[in-house]
């Protein structure tokens, strides 16, 4: 069976503050001249290597794992999912 | 009476809370391994604080999955106390069996000092031996403490009273300086609505000895008592 390489990013809800992003762009970014960013926010990426028949049952399974595992938490976090090909 | 404490890979004040069960109030009281299947002859159960799993993924979230916390569950069902402290508060709301999430300090660093908390609730099985509105002191150490629920959520904990402590300063009032990590309404920890299951973020272990605390408080020692019940 081939395996498919899929990437899950993890991140705080839009209406829930990630003061880690918020530092980044405040005092590392914008403060050494990049006025140009006007948003950051930080993110867990997991990189997953997963064995299915083709690329919709590879997501659907790690969809279903991320649910079924709390891999992100519902109340604070979304999670996209991506697969990036074989 | 007697109490579980699980050990988790990672946990690091089983042997303070079991010490103060043991040594200073004179009950029985085992440090139980989360592999171990069972919790039958206990009477309540505490999960210790700590870094369960190396904090990896989110603080708790593998320790939720544990066997031993089948268990817990049942005990919780049942009406046992179960009592989760800083890590084991973040086990409890992993786990579903209290509500809202634990986030990273707002100041994204760890946090560790003794810090004022108001009773807001006295009607737990933890916190029966306070009174409502006491200021009680406590050390917390944690860096993912910041409390939040969602606007529904944090309805439902008032209706229901849930909200068991919030940080304050030492007369009671609350104030953006006496939250040390930014947590929603400055709560410090929550109850089911049973009032069985308790998570909160202080460290009441760490203030049961006089001799172990800054300013000689024991104030953390209640919330043993009560769970235990013990008279005068």
């Not at chain 1, 079924?68 to 604070?76: A, D, F, K, S, W």
């Not at chain 2, 272990?205 to 919330?223: F, K, M, Q, W």
């Amino acid at each position: 069976m081939p395996t498919f390489k899929v990437n899950v990013v993890i991140e705080n809800k839009p209406t829930i503050r990630d003061p880690e992003g918020e530092v980044i762009m405040r005092d590392l970014m914008v403060k050494n001249g990049y006025t140009q960013i006007k948003g950051v926010r930080a993110a867990k990426l997991l990189k997953i290597v997963v064995e299915a028949s083709n690329s919709e049952e590879a997501k659907r399974l790690v969809s279903k794992m991320c649910d079924e595992l709390r891999i992100y938490n519902p109340v604070v976090s979304v999670c996209s999912i991506e697969v990036l090909g074989a | 009476m007697r109490i579980a404490v699980i050990v988790f890979p990672g946990s690091n004040c089983d042997r303070d809370v079991h010490h103060v069960l043991t040594d200073v109030l004179g009950v029985e009281a085992d440090l139980v391994w989360h592999a171990d299947g069972s919790l039958s002859g206990y009477d309540g159960v505490i999960l210790p604080g700590g870094f369960s799993y190396g904090d990896y993924l989110r603080a708790g979230v593998i320790a939720a999955f544990s066997p031993i916390m089948r268990e817990v569950r049942r005990m919780a069902e049942e009406g046992k106390p179960v009592l989760g402290i800083c890590n084991g508060f973040q086990i409890l709301v992993e786990s579903g069996l209290l509500p809202g999430a634990l986030m990273r300090n707002t100041g994204l660093k760890f946090v560790c000092k003794w810090v004022n908390l108001r009773v807001e609730n006295n009607e737990t099985l933890f916190t029966r031996r306070y009174s409502r509105g006491q200021v009680l002191q406590m050390p917390i150490a944690h860096n993912e403490g910041r409390y939040y629920i969602d606007p529904e959520g944090l309805k439902e904990l008032k209706e229901h009273n849930q909200i068991v402590f919030r940080y304050t300063e030492p007369d009671g009032t609350p104030s953006e300086r006496s939250n040390p990590n930014g947590s929603l309404e400055a709560i410090a920890g929550v109850c089911n609505r049973r009032g069985n299951v308790l998570g909160l973020m202080p460290h009441p272990e760490r203030a049961s000895e006089a001799v172990l605390s800054p300013s000689g408080s024991t104030d953390g020692l209640e919330v043993f008592r009560s769970m235990l019940d013990l008279g005068g």
